[in-house]
């Protein structure tokens, strides 16, 4: 079974610029989440879909990210604009049921400078 | 709301020897699961040991253990005969079995394996 694959590996923007991170859920999973994890710390989630409709951005900072699963299956999350403090790892993760069996991707690491 | 705290930013630990985690969260649900998660420097995170709250039974997946002390709201991993690639940062997380919920995490405890 493929995982959950994430792009690009790895990010370096100046702030004020814009970036977006892809996410490709395991076949078949219902549940997507986004969580950042920032340098040290756990990861928060940022947003969970349920198929194409959003279930909890109660986190996510609306005025600079956003986020959309399109036909309920790859994802992205965009930063526009990054700010100094987004410099954080930013995961996938996607559940055939939510909350349960999750599986992560390995990441995106942005670096904001 | 739900929080998870991991009161060691850091541990460390001689091969073969044994070593335990700590964590505690806070929660007013009765019905709910733990987790302990490994993230070594890859990022990818690894689950290695699951408990659901209305088991008394720990949990137990090879040479990782845990201590779940519900009344407590307390919930260690016990890592025997310690190995070398145990080296990484250890997750505490939890989820309610409530439609619609996700995982939340502690802080993290860094666990070093020296030779």
């Known amino acids: 079974e493929a995982g959950v694959a994430q792009s690009p590996r790895y990010k370096i923007i100046e702030k004020r610029q814009s970036v977006a991170f892809w996410c490709n859920p395991i076949s078949g999973h219902a549940t997507l989440y986004w969580y950042q994890q920032i340098l040290g710390q756990g990861p928060k989630l940022l947003i969970q879909?349920?198929?194409?409709?959003?279930?909890?951005d109660s986190q996510l900072p609306k005025d600079r990210f956003s986020a959309e699963r399109l036909k309920g299956v790859d994802s992205t999350l965009k930063i526009q604009p990054a700010k100094l403090e987004d410099s954080a790892v930013y995961l996938c993760?996607?559940?055939?049921?939510?909350?349960?069996?999750?599986?992560f991707g390995s990441g995106t690491r942005l670096t904001v400078v | 709301a739900q929080t998870v705290t991991q009161s060691q930013p850091e541990m460390s630990v001689q091969e073969a020897e044994t070593v335990t985690l700590s964590c505690t969260y806070d929660?007013?649900?009765?019905?709910?699961?733990l987790f302990w998660y490994k993230q070594p420097p890859s990022r990818q995170m690894i689950l290695v040991i699951r408990q659901e709250a209305y088991k008394q039974q720990n949990a137990t997946e090879n040479r990782f253990s845990v201590n779940f002390q519900k009344a407590a709201k307390s919930f260690s991993l016990k890592i025997s005969d310690s190995q070398l690639g145990d080296t990484a940062m250890y997750f505490c997380a939890f989820i309610t079995n409530q439609a619609g919920t996700a995982l939340i995490f502690g802080k993290g405890t860094t666990l070093s394996v020296s030779s």
């Open positions: 879909f349920q198929n194409n409709g959003v279930v909890d």
């Open positions: 929660t007013s649900e009765n019905n709910y699961y």
């Open positions: 993760a996607s559940s055939l049921v939510s909350g349960f069996g999750y599986t």
